[in-house]
């Protein structure tokens, strides 16, 4: 059985620092290509991933290059996500999938979009104040 926990949403100020984690189990993170989704309050969840890694690297949404980093922990099977200068505009509910069908290697590279990951977890709010 596949399953992902999300931790670590809260309320920061704006310019303030966060970490996410997603704790995967029935599933390597060093094995899939996992992504970090965010859903803004009053509207659908984004079809492209803010932010992705897999064997190959890693791949981000231009809003949030430069400012959230991706991470995983082989160990202990862990996702993080480092959100670093939030804006007033970051808040939503961040959730995090995996795409078990695909490493980013060996040809099987990782895509941001979400069809293409078939295991979620559930989301944790991120607020920011200004």
């Known amino acids: 059985q596949v399953r992902l926990v999300v931790t670590g949403g809260r309320s920061v100020q704006a310019g303030g620092s966060l970490r996410l984690s997603c704790t995967i189990s029935?599933?390597?993170?060093?094995?899939?290509?996992m992504g970090w989704f965010r859903q803004a309050p009053g509207k659908e969840r984004e079809e492209f991933a803010i932010?992705?890694?897999?064997?190959?690297?890693?791949d981000y949404d231009e809003s949030v290059k430069g400012r959230f980093t991706v991470s995983r922990d082989d160990v202990v099977n862990v996702m993080y996500l480092q959100m670093n200068s939030l804006k007033p505009e970051d808040p939503a509910k961040h959730s995090c999938?995996?795409?078990?069908?695909?490493?980013?290697?060996?040809?099987?590279?990782?895509?941001?979009?979400?069809?293409?990951?078939?295991?979620w977890g559930q989301g944790t709010q991120v607020t920011v104040s200004s």
């Open positions: 999938a995996a795409d078990s069908s695909r490493t980013g290697s060996d040809g099987t590279s990782c895509y941001r979009r979400d069809f293409m990951y078939d295991f």
């Open positions: 029935g599933v390597r993170v060093d094995n899939a290509c």
């Open positions: 932010a992705m890694i897999g064997i190959d690297g890693t």
